[in-house]
């Protein structure tokens, strides 16, 4: 992810609600209370006295620009109170606390995790996002019961969008070019869930066979239009966009796709969701 990829989604987060509203029926909030099964109406209220801490990591690569401020703007949007500390790294994670924060939001190059600091849990990016954006598919598709989808990269992101599936009820099929990585996600739901998925060996040959896709690589141009069927949805959590720009032109009625935004705000609730649970409430 690059600073320029995050740039703009402060300023557009309302007009990311209407179009998320247009395809699926819900806002940004709503997609990640449909993804975590909470009822919207009776979390708005608890979650505006929720503090939650950003803390920029210099570690590694270091922070891309704008990533720490954009971060608390979409869950501010979505109703908690947010900060971002003005300290960096060890020292921001005690400013965190010390500013009496519920969640903290950190990450490195590697990991993106909230903490939530009174039942000791970590929410991870990954898993978050994977769950978001299969909520966010399964609504723009009236329900994927049944139907035939292909999840195309079986990293973190893809995993646990399979996972997402399987709570669906759809007929999973994976693809990616590290094939092992495929077997392993078959073998590990064969093992523990009983369940069957199918294994694409050759991406370009399969596409058409599907009219719903979860494109989760960090490949870019690998989808074109003349791959895709006339009424093919999309799930797009991964960076960068694979789909071409003539097959996002052809899909753009059905594609959900963002950087940063589906995937923090199923983070956020999902910690604020562990607060729930551990206080009795439903």
């Known amino acids: 992810m690059r600073s320029t990829d995050i740039a703009e989604i402060s300023a557009g987060l309302k ?14 909030r709503g ?12 979390i708005v209220d608890r979650i505006s006295h929720i503090h939650i801490g950003v803390v920029p990591v210099h570690w590694g690569s270091g922070v891309i620009g704008g990533f720490s401020k954009t971060t608390r703007d979409i869950l501010k949007h979505i109703g908690f109170k947010a900060f971002v500390t003005k300290n960096s790294d060890v020292t921001g994670l005690s400013e965190a606390v010390d500013k009496q924060a ?8 590697d990991c993106f995790v909230a903490l939530n600091l009174e039942c000791r849990r970590v929410v991870h990016n990954a898993d978050a996002t994977g769950k978001g954006f299969l909520a966010g598919l ?5 329900g994927l019961t049944g139907q035939a989808v292909l999840v195309i990269g079986c990293g973190a992101v893809g995993s646990s969008a399979v996972r997402a599936l399987v709570n669906y009820g759809a007929k999973i099929s994976v693809y990616d070019s590290d094939q092992s990585r495929c077997r392993e996600l078959a073998r590990i739901l064969d093992q523990k869930l009983n369940m069957k998925i199918k294994i694409e ?12 896709l979860v494109e989760a690589t960090n490949s870019a141009d690998i989808i074109h239009e003349h791959d895709l069927v006339p009424t093919t949805y999309v799930a797009a959590p991964g960076m960068p966009l694979g789909l071409s720009r003539d097959a996002i032109h052809t899909v753009t009625p059905r594609i959900i ?3 940063l935004q589906i995937g923090v705000a199923t983070m956020g609730l999902e910690a604020f969701k562990q607060t729930l649970t551990k206080n009795g409430f439903k």
């Open 138 to 142: 399964n609504l723009m598709a009236g």
């Open 257 to 259: 796709h963002d950087p």
């Open 31 to 42: 997609i990640a209370c449909y993804a975590l099964e909470l009822n919207e109406d009776d």
């Open 201 to 212: 060996t050759e991406l370009k040959s399969s596409l058409g066979e599907y009219r719903f």
């Open 15 to 28: 007009a990311y609600d209407e179009e998320l509203l247009s395809k699926t029926g819900r806002t940004l």
């Open 102 to 109: 519920d969640i903290v939001f950190i990450a490195d190059d």
